[in-house]
């Protein structure tokens, strides 16, 4: 299993075709290979310079999920550039150590193309802090991208929403880790570090060992927690990260599983869809299995111990000045197939933020730089994903109670699942020719207009 070690400075959005099941080749599409991307690997502190080069057939973006760059940096929907053309940002590296990733962002086609294939992990890293977890590359720290996808009865992988998908978000029947079906990884007998991303449309997981052990969550996904947390089990929603720090001195064979976990019932008491009430809410299925480990030598590299408490980064964002409230909306009128037209939101899309479907060419919000916020997130019916771009936030209450910010570290993804509140501040400039976005990252609801953007000045 693996992924592409480091990039040099291009990164070429290409169309590739990869056999994930063996004699059927699937169309893909991938920066600098066939599928997914390099990882990137970027120091704090560094200016990152990058060209981004478009050998697709539509336009794209790259958009630097969770990094701190302003927002003609940010690759959102108003920097995509056409086939044939050349994007070449330069990022000032501006963040401390953490798991990021990158994927295109053109609006109404992300889901599409983030299920192809356009997508990578970044990785920062920080010179002038000491890291004392396993961190060599390949042999003790992995980074696990994980996707559901679905395979036609040829076994190519396909991608066909129809109407119940756009609503549900998209979920695949087979598991693929780094672009491959549920594959053996081997690792050193030892503590060793996986840096997990969900890189799903929309399924979440509920992470866990098929032998129940125990592990350390020590990194969310703006960085290092204060100290490591241990766990039996780990949610993650779509586009967040962990990392973790599991042990594999008793050399056991184990499978990584998750549980099937429910995305809220779309129609409430209505019972149109699936008899109503929670959707896929066969939350008590069997586990079903991602990837496998074989532990091989004993580790000869790496810590033999976990620390007590880790060098993490969450600043005092103090009390907020304003308070601004969002509101997560599927438009009731295309829930009947729209026979109501009226209520479907602007261009046909089916949902929005606030009661507004996403439009490029308008500003939702005018933030000023620098100045702590607090924001009240909402949502009808499903949960779903929040995240912001151009900064790391806080979470303060999630389902409607208080959290420990040192459990939940720094953060670019809430799961909105119940009044949500988060203290957000920005240092980062966006012009409103270059806004940042808001959005659900289910991508079929981002794409579907569950998505708003403002400017910081
Ligand atoms: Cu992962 Cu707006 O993006
Ligand atoms: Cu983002
Ligand atoms: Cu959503």
Known sequence: MEVGPGAGNTLTAMKGTREFMSGAASDTLGYEQDYLG?????????????????????PITAHWHGMHVPGHLDGGPQLAFDPGRTWSPELPVDHPAATLWYHSHVHGR?????????AGMIIIDDPDAVDPLPRDYGTNDFPLIVQDRNFDRSGRMSYDPGMMDRMQGFRG????????????????????????????????????????????????????LPAPIAMNGLRLAPAERAEIVVNFTDRSAVRLVSRNVSSGGMMGGGGMMNGGGKMGSGSDDAPFEIMSFDVGDAAETGPATLPASLPSDLPDLGAPVRTRDFTLNVHTGSMMGGMFNNLIGRDGQIMGINGESYDMGSIDLAVPMGETELWRINADMMVHPFHVHGTSFQVVTMGGRAVDPARIGMKDVVLVDGP????????????KETPFMYHCHILEHEDAGMMGQFTVG
């Open 38 to 58: 390099p990882l990137l690997r970027f120091q704090r502190g560094r200016t990152a310079n990058i060209d981004v080069v478009n050998r697709t057939d539509d």
């Open 110 to 118: 992300t889901a599409d193309q983030v299920y192809r294939g356009l």
């Open 173 to 224: 029947t087979e598991m693929l880790v780094n672009g491959a079906i549920r594959p053996t990884l081997t690792v050193p007998a030892g503590l060793v570090r996986l840096r997990l991303l969900n890189a799903s449309n929309a399924r979440m997981y509920d992470f866990s060992f098929n032998d129940g052990r125990q592990f350390h969550q020590v990194a969310s996904d703006g960085g290092l």
């Open 420 to 431: 949500t509140e988060i203290l957000v501040r920005f240092d980062k400039r966006a012009e």
